[in-house]
């Protein structure tokens, strides 16, 4: 099958199994209404995520990083269809799961699962960790006889003492809860997961533990994964790909260490030098200290959207939106004036 | 705040408004008595019936009877007294303020003493104030208003005889309908106060105004009594909408003369026209009150515009 | 020189005498005037409570501060009345807290919750002096169009021009300390980068002593000179904030260096500690890092081990480190998992 879309100038076709794109977003947009109104047709709208595009390959890491605001959660709910996409495509084995009914979404939930930031909120306090792990298999009906062997396993390959399976969430730290959030995630054995910002509310002694644990189950298991984020070092630890997002456009794409090591996007440039650096005399490049706040995403500017607070901004930026150009190293980037 | 929002507050309370109407006209159709016959007396005959019947519209069709209802409701005529063949409009304009009168008291009496309540019970929490806030809140919400009523009566005009049981004739009159009206409002408002402004006073901006060296005085009032007040004023509208309708059992132990009374007389005699017109006149205020509400947090709170 | 905050065995506890529980245990550590200290640590080992306790910001009850002294400038604040901690509260010492959405009060406009903090250490100024200068500040900020913007409320505000706010109300009366309590976590890492400038320039401008408490040792190694490291209510280690970072003496340091994923570290590079931090209610014996440390012994689990100076500009809480000619170095027969 063919994955690569005309658009993507200088594609190289890769046959490599490892290179085989499991799902593929393509033009992905989602407005939400704001200013509602009692009849008719909302007042305005807020494009969250505009046509946006990329492929999350086999046994690999996809990151989504951005600023609040950039799009990044809707990209994710969107592609997990928690929420209903207003226009592009979502293919998965082939098919098109964008505009899917309710109906045909159970046989698209068994294979992509979502991870969220904060498990206390998306674990049931009064369920202990068996009813936890037991729901999923339950909804999608595994044999009775497997639950308890398979329970067991979740529990082993998550780093969980199986003589925890009778305790309720409030008895675990965070840590913990989010291992269990992640066992859960796994148990039916998708293809895919979603992990929206699964470290954010860690310390950073436990954050290490969670990252390496993903690895290794993606080294185990052959998941691919999808791993929205707003922290770069992480996603720089942790990814094969990335898109960054802002203002719900894409600005650039690519192989994590092809990006990380040159980016060309100036927003990009500019989030990799905001990340403060722990050794201070290794660190010789100039600061880039963006001005000014994100723009709402209601009323994004005219042209390239990053305009305002790029350094390079020209007139043309103002009037005419950046294409994502891509090279012959799978490096996309939407910029009038790349680097 | 724009003006589409009112324009959309309006036609939902309107929209409110014409349901309540549907729903009083069908309700007074389904209960059993015929308005005519009683209209006509025991003695009347077959005939006289059947014009009273024609008189009253009574024999055209259901739909029909209603636009008649509604025409006229909304010109103001809210039709005749069965009873005492006055119009139904100037029997409730009669008696209308003595009810609003009595609950505007009671609603002023009750936020002055539960707010003051709720705040001490806020700022000692697990004190004896808050404790004797609780149990009064679990007394005053167990008691019903018509057995506080009596109890009153027996205790402060049988028994020490320094107050009237009944009537509207002097200043003294008011004391013990406005007291049993307001009991339970004052427990709802305290326990509302004291939530509120335990919330607020969690909150980190609370912290930030100590950080500034602000004296606890300050930092109560400035910084916690004007966030606390969005829920209590929320609690005060809709407490003023419940005291002007829930003033029907106060009004009856005090013979108290406000269209609560009014409307109990009425169903006694079967006057439907009244009843229809009572009711209507209720919905009306209530509408009205929680339109107030909604639109007084925008004065209160800034982040609220619509 | 008199440090401007000096904490002296600084121990604070929560609940009733003899079931209290200890979120702050033997903490000793100094901020001389025009220095910035960076207190890192992670979420319970009392970095926060420390201060906020100092300055009489924790409710007590059930908080309070059991054993220790807090001098600023020489005074000490455990041991003046409220209403005197309060005159230094907002006047000498500003304060800016993590979360700029939750931290200004809703219903008062930002103009006048800035001059509030003038007018209640000054009664003579008055308010429209206050709220005149309320808008120097808001221009020292870097805020634009201060005049009209002082009108607005919180809401209308991004997260960056908040904490801009929060700041402008910390250095309104030329503090002599300036806290700030991860005053970025919560914001955007472009607005990150804005945040920590502003906060240099109002240390530059105000010539403040400045506390960071912050989880990031990336934001601690760019802001200050010295750092303490603290873990589950105890200091780890402290000293000037290069070398500690360069050459880690304490296990836990080294450790937590290891384990933070940096622009400049690869997965493998990433070390993550086992286990987790304890809770107040289940404080290990001996060295409260003992069940996580790579290095401990027998002797970790049964003593305490002192805090200590090491060489002539560090401190460390720990059995094993020796000192040197070059300064310290950890001595130990074996690592656990090496």
Redesign the interface.
């Given at each position: 099958m063919n994955h690569i879309s005309s658009q993507e100038k200088g594609f190289r076709v890769v046959t490599d199994e490892e290179m085989r794109e499991v799902l593929r977003v393509e033009g992905l947009t989602k407005h939400f209404a704001i200013d509602k109104?009692?009849f008719g047709q909302p007042r305005k709208w807020v494009q969250a995520v505009d046509n946006v595009t990329f492929g999350v390959r086999g046994r690999g890491t996809l990151a989504i990083v951005g600023?609040?605001g950039s799009g990044k959660t809707t990209v994710g709910r969107t592609i997990a269809r928690l929420l209903k996409p207003s226009s592009g495509r979502i293919l998965f084995d082939g098919n098109d799961i964008a505009q899917i009914d309710e109906r045909s979404l159970r046989g698209v939930r068994k294979e992509i699962q979502m991870v969220f930031q904060n498990p206390n909120a998306s674990l049931n306090p009064r369920m202990t960790v068996r009813q936890l792990l037991c729901e999923p298999l339950i909804v999608h009906q595994w044999p009775k006889e497997e639950h308890r062997p398979r329970i067991e396993e979740l529990l082993e390959t998550v780093g969980l003492p199986h003589s925890y399976v009778d305790r309720y969430p409030h008895e675990f730290?965070?840590?913990?809860r989010q291992r269990i959030a992640i066992a859960r995630a796994l148990a039916i054995r998708p293809k895919v997961i979603i992990f929206d910002e699964p470290v954010s509310a860690l310390?950073?002694?436990?954050?290490?533990?969670i990252?390496?644990l993903l690895?290794r189950i993606q080294a185990d298991t052959g998941l691919a994964s999808i791993f929205i984020s707003?922290?770069?070092?992480?996603v720089?630890?942790?990814s094969d790909d990335v898109v960054v997002l802002y203002l719900g456009k894409v600005m650039e794409a690519g192989p994590s260490r092809e990006l990380?090591g040159s980016p060309r996007h100036p927003y990009t440039q500019?989030?990799?030098?905001?990340?403060?650096?722990?050794?201070?005399?290794?660190s010789q490049d100039a600061?880039i200290?963006?001005?000014g706040?994100?723009p709402s995403p209601a009323n994004p500017p005219s042209g390239c959207r990053f305009r305002t607070?790029c350094w390079k901004a020209q007139d043309i930026c103002a009037t005419k939106a950046p294409e994502l150009e891509g090279d012959a190293k799978r490096h996309f980037v939407a910029c009038h004036f790349p680097n | 705040m724009s003006g589409s929002y009112l324009v959309q507050r309006l036609t939902g309370a309107l929209i409110t408004l014409l349901g309540v109407s549907i729903f009083v006209f069908l309700m007074v159709k389904a209960l059993p008595g015929d308005p005519a016959r009683v209209i006509a007396g025991v003695d009347a005959t077959v005939e006289e019936v059947a014009r009273i019947r024609e008189e009253l519209k009574l024999d055209q069709g259901l739909f029909q009877q209603f636009t008649t209802f509604l025409g006229d409701a909304l010109t103001g005529n809210l039709g005749t007294s069965a009873k005492s063949g006055n119009p139904v409009a100037a029997e409730i304009a009669a008696r209308l303020p003595a009810t609003v009168q009595l609950a505007v008291l009671a609603i002023g009496v009750a936020t002055f003493i539960g707010v003051l309540f709720g705040l001490f019970a806020a700022l000692r929490p697990n004190s004896l104030v808050d404790y004797s806030l609780s149990a009064f809140t679990i007394g005053a919400s167990s008691m019903p208003a018509f057995w506080l009523g009596l109890l009153l009566i027996i205790v402060f005009a049988v028994q020490f005889q320094v107050l009237p049981a009944s009537g509207k004739d002097t200043w003294t009159s008011w004391i013990l309908p406005t007291a049993t009206l307001a009991a339970f409002s004052v427990a709802l408002i305290a326990r509302v106060t004291r939530a509120a402004m335990l919330e607020i006073l969690r909150q980190d901006y609370i912290r930030t105004a100590r950080a500034k060296g602000a004296s606890e005085r300050r930092v109560f009032i400035r910084h916690g009594l004007r966030n606390a007040l969005l829920p209590v004023i929320t609690v005060i509208g809709l407490q003023l909408g419940q005291l002007i309708g829930g003033a029907v059992l106060t009004e009856v132990v005090f013979s108290w003369p406000g269209i609560g009374r009014l409307l109990v007389e009425a169903i006694f005699a079967r006057d439907f026209p009244v009843i229809q017109g009572v009711i209507l006149v209720y919905a009306m205020m209530i509408v009205l009150l929680n339109l107030l509400v909604d639109l007084s947090y925008t004065l209160l709170d800034p982040r609220i515009s619509y | 020189m008199v440090p401007t905050l000096s904490i002296k065995d600084l121990t604070v506890s929560f609940g009733k005498p003899g079931r209290e529980l200890l979120a702050v245990n033997g903490v000793t550590y100094d901020v001389q005037p025009g220095e910035t200290l960076g207190v890192v640590g992670e979420s319970g080992s009392g970095k926060s409570v420390t201060l906020l306790a100092a300055l009489g910001l924790l409710p007590s009850p059930p908080a309070r501060i059991s054993r220790g002294s807090v001098e600023f400038q020489g005074r000490d604040l455990a041991r003046m009345d409220a209403k005197k901690v309060r005159q230094i509260r907002g006047k000498d010492v500003g304060f800016i807290f993590q979360e700029p959405l939750t931290s200004l009060n809703p219903v008062m406009t930002i103009g006048d919750q800035i001059a509030e903090a003038i007018v209640v250490h000054d009664q003579n100024i008055g308010w429209q002096k206050a709220r005149a200068r309320a808008v120097e500040l808001m221009s020292l900020v870097g805020m634009p169009d201060p005049e009209r913007l002082a009108k607005q409320y919180p809401h209308e505000f991004s997260g960056g021009m908040r904490q801009r706010i929060v700041i402008a109300i910390a250095i309104a009366n030329n503090p002599k300390l300036l806290i700030a309590d991860e005053p970025t976590t919560a914001l955007d890492v472009t607005v990150q980068a804005q945040i920590l400038d502003v906060i240099r320039e109002a240390q530059e401008k105000t010539g403040a002593a400045t506390i960071l408490v912050s989880h990031d040792l990336g934001v601690i190694a760019q802001m200050a000179s010295k750092i303490v490291v603290m873990y589950a209510g105890r200091v780890m280690e402290a000293g000037d904030a290069e070398d500690v970072l360069e050459n880690p003496l304490h296990p836990y340091t080294a450790a937590l260096i290891e384990c933070a994923p940096t622009m400049e570290s690869e997965l493998k590079d990433i070390h993550p500690i086992p286990g987790q931090s304890p809770s107040l209610m289940e404080m290990p014996s001996g060295c409260p890092f003992h069940p996580r440390c790579r290095y401990r012994q027998d002797v970790c689990a049964s003593r305490v081990p002192a805090y200590r100076a090491i060489g002539s500009d560090r401190h460390v809480a720990c059995h094993f480190v020796e000192e040197t000619a070059e300064g310290g170095r950890l001595v130990v027969p074996a690592a656990i998992d090496a």
């Open positions: 109104r009692l600023e609040s730290s965070g840590g913990q310390d950073v002694s436990v954050q290490a533990q990252i390496q690895d707003h922290d770069l070092s992480v720089r630890a942790i990380f500019a989030l990799i030098s905001a990340v403060p650096k722990m050794h201070k005399r290794k600061r200290v963006l001005k706040d994100l607070r | - | -």
